[in-house]
């Protein structure tokens, strides 16, 4: 269980530094990142078998890494349009 936790951490800080560097203007730091490539992979998780779509490239982590981080670019984009709404 603690393997799986640090695995998911690792994968989550990965796909939030990538969606950062790709939505800009919405960084949130480390912890923030993590939190985002977490929880956009966990909206793929879901997501993604709604709609039918699986994701095979490289499968396993890399697979893993590319769901999270559309995932958090996702996140990131709704976010950015909230703040823009509200400011």
């Known amino acids: ?3 799986a936790l640090l695995i998911a951490l690792i994968i989550g ?3 939030g530094w990538l969606a950062g560097l790709l939505v800009q203007g919405t960084g949130f730091g480390l912890l923030g990142d993590i939190l985002v ?3 956009g992979a966990l909206m793929m998780s ?3 078998p709604t709609l039918g779509l ?3 490239l490289g ?3 890399v697979g893993a890494i590319l769901a ?3 995932g958090a ?3 990131l984009l709704i976010v950015k349009v909230i703040r823009q709404l509200t400011a």
Request: proline letters at 0%; glycine letters at 16%.
């Open 1 to 3: 269980m603690l393997t």
């Open 13 to 15: 800080a990965i796909a």
């Open 37 to 39: 490539g977490i929880v």
């Open 46 to 48: 879901v997501l993604f």
């Open 54 to 56: 699986g994701l095979t």
């Open 59 to 61: 499968g396993g982590l």
């Open 68 to 70: 999270a981080t559309i």
């Open 73 to 75: 670019v996702i996140l």
